[in-house]
């Protein structure tokens, strides 16, 4: 026997609040989405005028993604995709499922690479330690004459970045499996115009870590030596070589990094570093423009 959707709605909130997941509510709404191919949106619709919205062979695949969730599975794995910005970017084991706070910094840069569009020339971004690509895709995705190069050490998280690289900007992405210090294999010195970076920058050990994030993304993605620090300074020193005069860094960091991030972008040169704030008022990235020469 089939239940009605606020049944079952009722009931996978329950479950889910019970297993100690965070947002119950937002992922039972995802999750009876997911089972019946349609967005939040256009299920709250429909349910309101079919109660039994969910057949039988619907209501089977809810309870085992159900019940996935409630052994703290992400949510974004059981689904096979991540929301970023517009995007719907395919996640899985072995790569970082990009997260919410990340699309302020993304938000930014589509806003720069937009001013540098009226030329008419292409502009240039590189994203360093791009996992599913999600920031530099997005701004590929939005700003129609980016040519995007991603880089990325994990064979597992290249193989969604491909995937996820042909679906958003298959004519306008070069993907480089390699340490974020190898870029120089495919970019001039002083050549790139925009360069983002949400690099590894937690403690380990030392940061808190939900259960979600312990179990299914990769350490190298997390984890920083120099007390989160090393891969931001890197990243800093890797920028300043490659943009050109004028060009922008974006660099997302742990909550605490703000001032360290600032002081590595000025000691590199770099003009006016300043930090931006999350919603809840935490600096969550910074941003610096390359000097003259
Ligand atoms: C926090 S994740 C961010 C992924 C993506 N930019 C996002 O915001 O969702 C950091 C990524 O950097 C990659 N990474 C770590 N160290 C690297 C290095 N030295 N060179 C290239 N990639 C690196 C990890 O494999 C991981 O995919």
């Known amino acids: 026997m ?8 009722d009931q996978t909130i329950g479950r889910l609040r019970a297993a100690g997941v965070a947002s119950p509510e937002a992922d039972a709404w995802s999750l009876l989405a997911a089972v019946t191919g349609v967005n939040r949106g256009e299920l709250q619709a429909k349910a309101l005028i079919r109660p039994d919205i969910i057949d039988a062979a619907q209501q089977a695949q ?7 969730r409630e052994s703290r599975e992400p949510l974004w794995h059981i689904t096979g995709v991540a929301p970023f ?10 790569v970082f499922t990009p997260r919410p706070e990340t699309e302020l910094l993304a938000h930014q840069a589509i806003a720069e690479a937009e001013v ?13 330690c791009a996992g599913s690509g999600a920031i530099g895709l997005a701004i590929a995705h ?15 998280a290249a193989h969604y970045l491909r995937h996820n690289a042909s679906r ?16 120089s294999q495919r970019v001039a010195d ?8 949400n690099p590894p920058y937690l403690v380990e050990g030392v940061d808190p870590l939900d259960v979600e994030t312990t179990q299914c993304d990769p350490p190298e993605a997390l984890f920083s030596p120099g007390e989160g620090l090393d891969v931001i300074r890197r990243v800093v020193d890797i920028s300043r070589r490659i943009l050109r005069p004028g060009g922008v860094v974006f660099i997302e960091h742990g909550i605490e990094h703000g001032e360290a991030t600032r002081q590595a972008l000025g000691d590199a040169g770099f003009r006016h570093p300043q930090t931006e704030l999350d919603l809840l008022g935490r600096e969550r990235f910074s941003r610096a423009v390359a000097p003259e020469q």
Do not use: C
């Open 2 to 9: 089939t239940e009605s959707f606020s049944v079952l709605l």
């Open 62 to 68: 809810l309870e085992q993604w159900v019940t996935r």
């Open 85 to 94: 910005l517009e995007l719907e970017l395919e996640v899985g084991p072995g």
């Open 116 to 128: 540098m569009v009226p030329t008419g020339s292409e502009v240039s971004v590189v994203d360093l």
């Open 142 to 156: 939005r700003v129609a004459h980016t040519r995007l190069l991603a880089v990325e050490s994990s064979l597992d």
């Open 168 to 183: 958003y900007a298959p004519e306008r992405s070069d993907i480089l499996v390699a340490d974020i210090a190898d870029v």
């Open 190 to 197: 002083h050549s790139v115009d925009v360069v983002v970076s």
